[in-house]
């Protein structure tokens, strides 16, 4: 079945205490972006990559870091989370050329 | 002024009736644009692709005016299963998506 997946889906955490979110699709598809959405606000893009090892940033990126090791992968790091990043997180992936996003089932993040 | 920006709604209709609502967009330059259906904060989906000439998938027409900035999806014949919040979305012409904040539709029975 083609899918994005993400993990974990729920997480709590603590101010300041590094987490990742993991990303991965299984449609080779060549694009990869994160997203946030916030109550009263569309969904807002914090990194996008392109491919592999080649990533950029979207419109909310401060606080925020992503790597693309992997065609398939593409991880969300919090390196010193803070409470305005308690958000609903997507990942999406569409194919070059097209711009169809599939989004994972997303991850709801707390940060205390 | 927000690039895309929807009515929030929420729009509540009977089962039957038809329901309608806009986007508007701030770039005349906006080369491609969509609407997606989210259910109750799960993942968006594609609902469907918005043609020039205005087009129709079953019960929904999604139509869009240039010279007015706005597109429109209309869902005639509305189910319980219509219910979601609707996306806009719209491809800028630096090829970057911008969304909607989306609106609401409750339909009833």
């Known amino acids: 079945e083609a899918q994005v997946t993400q993990n974990p889906r729920y997480l709590i955490t603590v101010t300041g205490k590094k987490l990742t979110v993991t990303c991965s699709q299984n449609?080779?598809?060549?694009?990869m972006s994160w997203y946030r959405q916030d109550p009263g606000l569309g969904l807002r893009q914090i990194y996008y990559?392109?491919?592999?090892?080649?990533?950029d940033k979207g419109d909310v990126p401060e606080g925020y870091k992503v790597s693309r090791k992997e065609k398939r992968n593409f991880p969300l790091i919090l390196e010193s989370p803070s409470p305005n990043q308690t958000s609903l997180y997507f990942c999406?992936?569409?194919?070059?050329?097209?711009?169809?996003?599939?989004f994972g089932p997303g991850t709801r993040l707390t940060v205390t | 002024r927000k690039e895309v920006e929807q009515d929030p709604g929420p729009f509540n209709v009977p089962e039957g009736a038809t329901v309608a609502f806009n986007c508007t967009y701030s770039?005349?330059?906006?080369?491609?644009f969509f609407w997606y259906r989210q259910d109750c904060r799960k993942e968006p989906k594609l609902l469907m692709s918005?043609?020039?000439s205005g087009n129709e998938d079953g019960r929904f027409t999604a139509q869009l005016n240039r010279a007015s900035q706005y597109i429109s999806l209309l869902i005639r014949d509305s189910k319980l299963s219509d219910s979601a919040t609707y996306l806009c979305?719209?491809?800028?012409?630096?090829?970057?998506?911008?969304f909607g904040a989306g609106t609401t539709v409750t339909v009833r029975a």
């Open positions: 918005v043609y020039s």
């Open positions: 979305v719209v491809l800028q012409d630096d090829y970057k998506l911008s």
């Open positions: 449609m080779n598809h060549e694009y």
């Open positions: 990559s392109m491919n592999v090892e080649v990533t």
């Open positions: 770039n005349s330059a906006s080369q491609s």
């Open positions: 999406a992936s569409n194919r070059d050329g097209t711009y169809e996003q599939y």
